[in-house]
Each structure stands twice: as structure tokens, then as C-alpha cells.
């Protein structure tokens, strides 16, 4: 990636205020936007795992990720011998996915409008769990319908190192460090840029204990 991409950034303090950094072309980070909503968050969670258990899924090449992952909105995210693609049904249980919390949803459209997407409105939340050793491997996000919409992705628990790439595989991504609270999103160049999680640390987090939970806010459908 060049730096030349970045050269029609405005400030980060002429959007998100000044715990925000931009960290790509469209992409920035709300350092601590979420904090404030976490035990709330936390708690929607639970509810939704009651409903829609984490799993690990399969990848088509028939590999077992080893993020756990859940989903909740009209649409989730799922993973099989047969592919990618959003469902309106959780594959496990054969019932839609539950509903996307009142909490999620006004958190990921204000986050969005700080960082200058207005008017998010996503349909589906993807929900990530990472316990030490877990990471996922540098990908691109291109199921989704309408690829002008951003990702808003909300970081809970234990730090990861978010790698942050480019436009190609092949270029090397940059290491974002994501704390508990913190708020990312990515739209405009960025928006299929390859990402991804380093292995997690250790550690014992006092509201989520040994693990990471990952919230990814999509425009699926
Ligand atoms: C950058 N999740 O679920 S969120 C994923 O922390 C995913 O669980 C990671 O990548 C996690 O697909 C990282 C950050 C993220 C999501 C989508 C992006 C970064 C992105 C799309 C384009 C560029
Ligand atoms: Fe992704």
C-alpha cells in the first residue's frame, strides 16, 4: 500500500473526534467508543448464544476455523463444504438467526456516522469469539451484497493485533492493536481490503475473562 492513498484523508479529528485514527483510506478506529455499552453488549450476547450456540464452522476447503462464531439480524454469515454465504436460517437449528438487539444496532449506526457513513443500517451481526491461540487468517469480506455499505466491527474482552492489508493478498499488512471498547470501521477503498487477527495472547479480561468477542455489523443483503 502507498502512502499517496491516504493523501485525501481529512484529519481524524474532523470526524471522529479526538480518540480517533485513521488507519486506511476510509477506515478509521473510535478508540473506547463502545466502552461505555459493554456490560449491556455482553449481556445481549449471552441471550443470543442461549438461542444460536457459538460453533466453529468448516471452511469449503474443509478446514474447522478456529474462531467460534454466531450471528444475529435477518441475515448471518455462514461457512460449509458448499461455501459462503448469508442465510436467514441458523443451519444448526433450522430457525432464523435471533433479532438484532436495539443496543447493537443504534451502536453500530452512530459509530458509523462518526467516521462518516451516515445512515447505516445493517442487517446482519456477525459475532466472533477468540480464545489464546485463536486467529483468523488474512481474508477478504465480498459476500455481502452492497459493498458501498461499511463494516463496523466492535472489539470486546481481551487485545488483539488486527492485520490490516491492502487491496492484494500479497501486500503486507500493517498490525493495529484492538482494545476493549475500541470501534473500527471500514468503507470506501478500503472496504475489501485482505484483513485479519493475529494469534491471541493470554490473558484474563475483567469483564469477559480468557476471551475475545468480535462484533461485525454488515449490510449483508
Ligand atoms: C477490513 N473479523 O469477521 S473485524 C470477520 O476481529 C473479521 O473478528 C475480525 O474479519 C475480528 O470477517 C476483524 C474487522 C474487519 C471486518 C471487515 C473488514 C476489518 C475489515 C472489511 C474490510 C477491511
Ligand atoms: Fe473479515
Not at 479526538?18 to 473510535?30: H, K, N, T
Not at 472489539?155 to 498490525?175: N, T, W
Request: glycine share 10%.
Amino acid at each position: 500500500m502507498t502512502l499517496d492513498l491516504f493523501d485525501n484523508l481529512p484529519e481524524p479529528d474532523s470526524r471522529g473526534g479526538d480518540r480517533s485514527e485513521a488507519i486506511g483510506p476510509g477506515a478509521m478506529v473510535l478508540r473506547g467508543f463502545a466502552l461505555s455499552r459493554a456490560s449491556a453488549l455482553r449481556d445481549a450476547i449471552e441471550q443470543i448464544q442461549a438461542e444460536a450456540p457459538f460453533r466453529h464452522l468448516v471452511t469449503p476447503g474443509g478446514f474447522r476455523m478456529s474462531v467460534a462464531m454466531t450471528n444475529c439480524g435477518t441475515l448471518g454469515w455462514v461457512s460449509d463444504e458448499s461455501g459462503y454465504r448469508y442465510d436467514p436460517l441458523d443451519p444448526d437449528s433450522g430457525r432464523p438467526w435471533p433479532a438484532m438487539p436495539a443496543v447493537f444496532a443504534e451502536l453500530a449506526r452512530e459509530a458509523a456516522a462518526a467516521a462518516g457513513y451516515p445512515g447505516f443500517a445493517p442487517d446482519a451481526c456477525l459475532i466472533n469469539r477468540y480464545a489464546p491461540g485463536t486467529r483468523l487468517s488474512l481474508h477478504q469480506d465480498r459476500n455481502e451484497r452492497d459493498l458501498r455499505a461499511p463494516i463496523v466491527s466492535v472489539s470486546l474482552g481481551l487485545p488483539a493485533v488486527f492485520l490490516f492489508g491492502g487491496a492484494r493478498r500479497a501486500d503486507r499488512p500493517a498490525r493495529v492493536r484492538m482494545a476493549h471498547g475500541d470501534i473500527a470501521i471500514w468503507g470506501g477503498p478500503s472496504r475489501l481490503f485482505y484483513h485479519g487477527i493475529a494469534p491471541l495472547s493470554d490473558g484474563d479480561h475483567p469483564l469477559l475473562g480468557p476471551l475475545r468477542l468480535n462484533l461485525t455489523f454488515r449490510k449483508a443483503g
